[in-house]
């Protein structure tokens, strides 16, 4: 075995699917060959005594080089956004090839797919997100598409991209099909609207009342009938984001009924308060996300879902916009919450806070981290060959400084976003070398990507296969 090694990690605590063993890790030619196995002869000896071997953080929930539903495009490219995402220990990620009004599906697939050939720097996949179902070729497309192996699509109920119950019941169907998962993002249209035209009206316009404008009866409600959905035709369901201790209920209530539903949620709901969005001026827009974040009553039914199973997993939902004309104050410095981007970066922060909560702090241990943040999102979303310290996986591979405490900046992060929402928050615990496919793009700090050398990952098959329930349609 030791003749073809390239590389072989002593002396760490290999974070695997069964528990966390001591031992070696060797790599050869891209993919993990031997775990916990001594191995003696290799071309590399790296140490990582006193450190973490972990897999490579899985993404599942990120906009990258993509317009928003205000029109507006957000501020990174997929090689600003995939230098981020790997400096935070993120190897693989899932962001969105988002269909504009009235374009043909493959289309909107093949102009993302030429963006990211161009410049990711981790390994990528793409939910197709659907607007517009009316486009031509759009069965076959889409049955095409997911053949293909883009396995997982996204739709709305809110904003001016939704799509009204008839044509998510279709989606659905469709999915079912042809095997796909539907992710979600779920919040009552109509509710969303009231609230925020009677804000506009009274004049309560600044980014503290953008909490007030997506009341939490929003998420409840669609998360209810998205479930049910989900039950009466039996198809697997992503529910993106869940902010609200109700909302978590909905999921745990729907998975204990047999409906094939799953969830996430993202560290800006279980670390942040809407509080984080009454700031003088404007500045509050930094964080204005959608939903908004909520109290701590939430945070820790949040946790607790985490903890159970109700929610499978951690996401960053990274929606970057520049504080300035291009992004957030593009309507100006008099604008209403309204008329403000929402989003906020998040693929660089996601593993260091949940390491810091989940491994320094003991909500979880390494497994629990490992497995929201790599084994589970890779999982359910088809990456077969990732997310996990195994024999035959890629070797996507990161290895943790339990000791070293950073403290974030004004600007820090290695995006295009200009600032940090995360501004003098303390983590424990630093990804300190990072390996896609046994090659460092990270070491001690230093980024040694290269744009355009990131691979599109097929997904064959899901783990969230349907299976026939009583009273679903044929």
């Given at each position: 075995?030791?003749?073809?090694?390239?590389?072989?990690?002593?002396?760490?605590?290999?974070?695997?699917?069964?528990?966390?063993?001591?031992?070696?890790?060797?790599?050869?030619?891209?993919?993990?060959?031997?775990?916990?196995?001594?191995?003696?002869?290799?071309?590399?000896?790296?140490?990582?005594?006193?450190?973490?071997?972990?897999?490579?953080?899985?993404?599942?929930?990120?906009?990258?080089?993509?317009?928003?539903?205000?029109?507006?495009?957000?501020?990174?490219?997929?090689?600003?956004?995939?230098r981020?995402?790997?400096?935070?220990?993120?190897?693989?990620?899932?962001?969105?090839?988002?269909?504009?009004?009235?374009?043909?599906?493959?289309?909107?697939?093949?102009?993302?797919?030429?963006?990211?050939?161009?410049?990711?720097?981790i390994?990528?996949?793409?939910?197709?997100?659907?607007t517009?179902?009316?486009?031509?070729?759009?069965?076959?497309?889409?049955?095409?598409l997911?053949?293909?192996?883009?396995?997982?699509?996204?739709?709305?109920?809110?904003?001016?991209?939704?799509?009204?119950?008839?044509?998510?019941?279709?989606?659905?169907r469709q999915?079912?099909?042809?095997?796909?998962?539907?992710?979600?993002?779920?919040?009552n249209?109509?509710?969303?609207?009231?609230a925020?035209?009677?804000?506009?009206?009274?004049?309560?316009?600044?980014?503290?009342?953008?909490?007030?404008?997506?009341?939490?009866?929003?998420?409840i409600?669609?998360?209810?009938r998205?479930?049910?959905?989900?039950?009466?035709?039996?198809q697997?369901?992503?529910?993106?984001h869940?902010?609200?201790?109700?909302?978590?209920?909905?999921?745990?209530?729907?998975?204990?009924?047999?409906?094939?539903?799953?969830a996430?949620?993202?560290?800006?709901?279980?670390?942040?308060?809407?509080?984080?969005?009454?700031?003088?001026?404007?500045?509050?827009?930094?964080?204005?996300?959608?939903?908004?974040?909520?109290?701590?009553?939430?945070?820790?039914?949040?946790?607790?879902s985490?903890?159970?199973?109700?929610?499978?997993?951690?996401?960053s939902?990274?929606?970057?916009?520049?504080f300035?004309?291009?992004?957030?104050?593009?309507?100006?410095?008099?604008?209403?919450f309204?008329?403000?981007?929402?989003?906020l970066?998040?693929?660089?922060?996601r593993?260091?806070?949940?390491?810091?909560?989940?491994?320094?702090?003991?909500?979880?241990?390494?497994?629990?981290?490992?497995?929201?943040?790599?084994?589970a999102p890779?999982?359910?979303?088809g990456?077969?060959?990732k997310?996990?310290?195994?024999?035959?996986?890629?070797?996507?591979?990161?290895?943790?400084?339990?000791?070293?405490?950073?403290?974030?900046?004004?600007?820090?992060?290695?995006?295009?976003?200009?600032?940090?929402?995360?501004?003098?928050?303390?983590?424990n615990?630093?990804?300190?070398?990072?390996?896609?496919?046994?090659?460092?793009?990270?070491?001690?700090?230093?980024?040694?990507?290269?744009?355009?050398?990131?691979?599109?990952?097929?997904?064959?098959?899901?783990?969230?296969?349907?299976?026939k329930?009583?009273?679903?349609?044929?």
């Amino acid at each position: 075995m030791s003749h073809g090694i390239d590389f072989v990690i002593h002396d760490g605590r290999l974070v695997t699917p069964d528990g966390v063993i001591e031992g070696d890790l060797a790599v050869a030619d891209g993919e993990i060959v031997s775990v916990g196995k001594p191995v003696l002869d290799a071309k590399t000896h790296i140490s990582a005594k006193g450190k973490l071997v972990m897999p490579g953080g899985v993404d599942p929930h990120a906009h990258i080089e993509q317009m928003s539903g205000m029109g507006q495009w957000n501020a990174d490219t997929f090689e600003t956004a995939t230098r981020s995402a790997a400096i935070g220990g993120t190897t693989s990620v899932i962001s969105f090839a988002a269909q504009a009004s009235g374009q043909v599906l493959a289309d909107t697939v093949a102009d993302y797919a030429a963006r990211a050939a161009r410049g990711a720097m981790i390994d990528y996949a793409f939910h197709i997100t659907l607007t517009d179902i009316s486009v031509p070729k759009f069965e076959r497309d889409f049955a095409d598409l997911i053949g293909a192996g883009h396995r997982s699509l996204k739709v709305f109920t809110t904003y001016n991209i939704q799509l009204h119950d008839a044509e998510l019941l279709k989606i659905f169907r469709q999915a079912r099909e042809a095997g796909a998962l539907v992710c979600v993002h779920a919040e009552n249209d109509a509710i969303i609207t009231q609230a925020k035209e009677a804000l506009i009206s009274a004049g309560h316009t600044t980014p503290r009342d953008h909490a007030r404008s997506r009341p939490r009866m929003a998420e409840i409600e669609a998360v209810e009938r998205i479930c049910r959905f989900s039950e009466y035709l039996d198809q697997p369901v992503m529910l993106f984001h869940i902010s609200t201790s109700e909302g978590a209920k909905a999921v745990r209530v729907a998975r204990d009924r047999g409906a094939p539903v799953w969830a996430e949620t993202c560290p800006h709901y279980l670390f942040m308060t809407e509080e984080v969005l009454d700031r003088p001026g404007l500045d509050g827009a930094k964080w204005m996300c959608s939903p908004p974040q909520r109290n701590v009553t939430d945070q820790e039914a949040l946790w607790h879902s985490l903890q159970d199973g109700t929610l499978a997993l951690v996401s960053s939902d990274h929606a970057p916009y520049r504080f300035d004309e291009t992004g957030k104050l593009a309507a100006g410095p008099e604008a209403g919450f309204h008329q403000i981007a929402n989003g906020l970066p998040g693929l660089e922060t996601r593993l260091p806070l949940m390491f810091d909560a989940m491994v320094s702090k003991g909500r979880g241990g390494p497994e629990g981290f490992a497995e929201l943040t790599s084994h589970a999102p890779a999982r359910l979303y088809g990456l077969q060959r990732k997310g996990r310290i195994a024999e035959g996986m890629d070797a996507d591979i990161v290895i943790w400084d339990p000791d070293k405490t950073v403290t974030y900046g004004e600007n820090d992060l290695h995006d295009n976003v200009g600032y940090n929402p995360w501004k003098g928050f303390s983590v424990n615990g630093w990804p300190d070398q990072v390996i896609l496919r046994g090659r460092t793009l990270v070491k001690s700090g230093e980024f040694f990507g290269i744009p355009g050398s990131g691979q599109w990952i097929d997904r064959p098959v899901l783990a969230t296969q349907p299976t026939k329930q009583e009273g679903a349609p044929a």
